[in-house]
């Protein structure tokens, strides 16, 4: 399966896009996500646990994906 | 209860009036805004950023979370995004209740929860022209 994950703020900047794309085998967690982002080219400048949303509410490591969910890595938060 | 990520100017006033009730003792108003030096650096203003969707939805979740664990329904927060100037005001955050420790609970409960939880994102322009994304201290 095919997702797309977004990206904003710093995370963004860093990969250079707004969102990427992620091809990830059946029964795949959100851990295995986060391993293919971090093997990209400009992914190492994401940290090794960064905080994940699923169909936007914040996700585990383990947490099943499935190909219609909407993923984000979500560099730390600034509101207030 | 009523929760915003808005665009525009937030009117701490008319905010405060929305949770006017005769039962209620006391009505808190929490104003968070841009300052102008931060870590020693000349601010010249921000820009906010949200996860649309999402920010909507956590902070209608944080809200919720102290309504029900404060009892009061008389809570209104609005966060602002975009392009803000030093003095803008970033958040407001209204809660009244019965009695004023409650109230003061409930609003401090918010401010703290949306500052680890929201998904927002602040980038500040400085005076010499930099740019840098800055997060919350814990």
């Known amino acids: 399966m095919t997702l797309r994950v977004l990206l904003f703020a710093s995370y963004a900047d860093a990969l250079g896009a707004p969102a990427v794309s992620v091809d990830l085998p059946a029964g795949a967690r959100v851990r295995d996500l986060l391993a293919r982002v971090q093997a990209m080219a400009a992914g190492k400048r994401i940290p090794d646990k960064p905080m994940v949303a699923v169909n936007k509410r914040y996700a585990t490591p383990d947490q099943l994906l499935a190909a219609t969910d909407e993923v984000a890595i979500i560099p730390p938060v600034a509101g207030g | ?138």
């Open chain 2, 1 to 138: 209860m009523r929760t915003g990520i808005v665009e525009r100017p937030i009117d701490p006033q008319r905010l405060l009036a929305e949770v006017a009730a005769p039962g209620n003792g006391a009505s808190l108003l929490f104003v968070g805004t841009v300052r102008d030096v931060n870590a020693g650096s000349s601010v010249s203003g921000l820009d906010y950023s949200a996860y649309s969707g999402m920010a909507e939805s956590e902070l209608a979740s944080i809200v919720a979370e102290a309504a029900e664990r404060w009892n009061t329904r008389d809570i209104v927060v609005e966060h602002r995004v975009g392009a803000l100037d030093i003095g803008d005001a970033s958040v407001v955050i209204v809660v009244a209740h019965p009695h004023r420790d409650q109230a003061y609970q409930a609003s401090r409960y918010i401010i703290e929860e949306l500052k680890q939880r929201l998904p927002v994102w602040k980038q500040e322009r400085y005076v010499d022209g930099r740019r840098e994304w800055v997060t919350n201290h814990a």
